[in-house]
């Protein structure tokens, strides 16, 4: 309806590809083989943001690459509580431990997206939310990683706000699309700036 071209995501993120088909947006998936966990430790002392939007914009610039002429958009999430960052969870006991962290604490959540063309950043842009984790019981940790062990090892912060992950909460401040994990207002007015949607 509105795409003039069809972009290439490079994410397998169910909820990313929820977000795009929702907005009607044209796209391909096509992971990108970034190491994350490299650059991050490159950037150890950059700000949450900023990592943020260096591994975006390397996983556009990644898949872009590979698919001249094609226009590439990467995205991704870091979450921070207390001044810590926190990767997704290798492990149930491992997501155990970050839920006993972020109880009764705020939880910065960073999402950011970049556009590449011909393996050149064209754009790149975040947004943020603060989301307020209530108390935790150990109890509810166990029956909460019964219900959502594996699906969250894919999500940092171990939830899935769309899922059973809005019970970590008691309050959100921020844009929905920025804690679903994509800046998608910011990311819509990057595609009409680059022509891939009637404006």
């Not at 001044?83 to 006991?93: H, M, N, T, V, Y």
């Not at 909460?144 to 899935?160: I, K, N, Q």
């Amino acid at each position: 309806m509105v795409s003039r071209e069809t972009i290439l995501l490079a994410s397998n993120s169910a909820s990313r590809k929820a977000m795009l088909s929702a907005a009607q947006i044209a796209f391909e998936a096509i992971p990108a083989d970034v190491d994350e966990r490299a650059l991050e430790a490159e950037m150890a002392d950059g700000e949450p943001a900023e990592i943020a939007q260096a591994l975006a914009a390397a996983k556009a610039a990644a898949v872009s690459a590979e698919n001249p002429e094609r226009l590439v958009l990467g995205s991704d999430s870091l979450v921070e509580v207390e001044g810590q960052r926190f990767d997704k969870p290798a492990s149930r006991e491992e997501a155990a431990e970050h839920l006993r962290f972020f109880s009764g604490k705020v939880m910065t959540l960073h999402s950011a997206a970049a556009l590449a063309r011909d393996g050149r950043i064209v754009w790149i842009g975040g947004d943020f939310a603060r989301l307020m984790v209530r108390d935790l019981s150990e109890e509810f940790i166990a029956a909460y990683l019964d219900a959502e062990w594996p699906a969250v090892s894919y999500c940092v912060g171990v939830f899935r706000i769309e899922g059973p992950g809005v019970h970590l909460f008691e309050r959100i401040m921020g844009d929905q699309f920025t804690v679903l994990g994509m800046p998608l207002l910011r990311v819509l007015a990057a595609l009409r700036e680059e022509g891939a949607l009637v404006s």
